[in-house]
């Protein structure tokens, strides 16, 4: 069965500054890579996803991430953080019909 | 276009006790994701429609949690008796159909639940 890590509860950038929020996955076959954010009494957002081809991936809010298939990593990255970007983020891989989360990471931009 | 709209939004329910909840996929989404996430840690899958018929349900607790999607269409789930651990915010998610590449799910506010 397929499975992700978050391996920091907790980030802290300061505004301006480049970030990056980490992921590793397991799974059997060709992953598919989602990141999502949720903001506080909202529902889960979708930010990317990951499903073949170019190995760096654009998507809303001007994130992107970077799927490396040797470290098995597919770390959420920004330029340049803004106070806004202050949530929670998970990491997903899907593998058939499973949809696995990791325990997610807080990210905190401060001013 | 709309998204996933869910109700209701709280429910504080004491132990053994029954609730439902409903979730409205968005229009034409074939698939609907009813997930639990517990305070601190990830949206766990419950159980999975496509359209009408359940795809996974793995990791639904079948003896007191059960759901359905009659018409392929809206959803509800259910709990009954409810138990203390059972205190969670049920997030539902619907995606057009995953199997033609069209993976990503579009989730709903949530409803959160505290059972006393």
């Known amino acids: 069965a397929q499975s992700v890590a978050q391996p920091e509860d907790q980030v802290n950038v300061a505004e301006g500054n480049p970030l990056t929020v980490k992921c590793t996955y397991s799974v059997s076959g060709n992953p598919y890579l989602f990141w999502y954010v949720q903001y506080p009494n909202r529902g889960l957002q979708f930010l990317l996803k990951?499903?073949?081809?170019?190995?760096l991936v654009k998507g809303s809010y001007g994130f992107e991430a970077e799927f490396n298939k040797s470290q098995t990593s597919f770390h959420l990255k920004k330029p340049s953080a803004l106070v806004s970007d202050s949530a929670l983020y998970f990491c997903a891989v899907r593998d058939t019909n499973d949809m696995r989360f990791g325990a997610g990471t807080r990210l905190t931009v401060k001013p | 276009e709309a998204g996933v709209a869910q109700s209701p939004r709280y429910k504080i329910i004491e132990k053994r006790q029954s609730v439902a909840f409903w979730c409205n996929p968005i229009s034409g989404h074939a698939t609907l994701y009813w997930y639990q996430q517990i305070l601190g840690q990830g949206p766990k899958l419950l159980i999975q429609?496509?359209?009408?018929?359940?795809?996974?349900d793995s990791q639904l607790p079948k003896d007191r949690f059960s759901a359905e999607r009659l018409k392929g269409v809206d959803s509800t789930l259910k709990i009954q008796p409810a138990k203390l651990e059972d205190s969670a915010v049920y997030l539902c998610?619907?995606?057009?159909?995953?199997?033609?590449?069209?993976?990503?799910?579009?989730f709903g506010p949530g409803t959160r639940l505290l059972v006393l």
């Open positions: 429609f496509q359209n009408n018929g359940v795809v996974d």
């Open positions: 990951y499903i073949t081809g170019d190995n």
């Open positions: 998610a619907s995606s057009l159909n995953p199997g033609l590449g069209q993976e990503t799910q579009y």
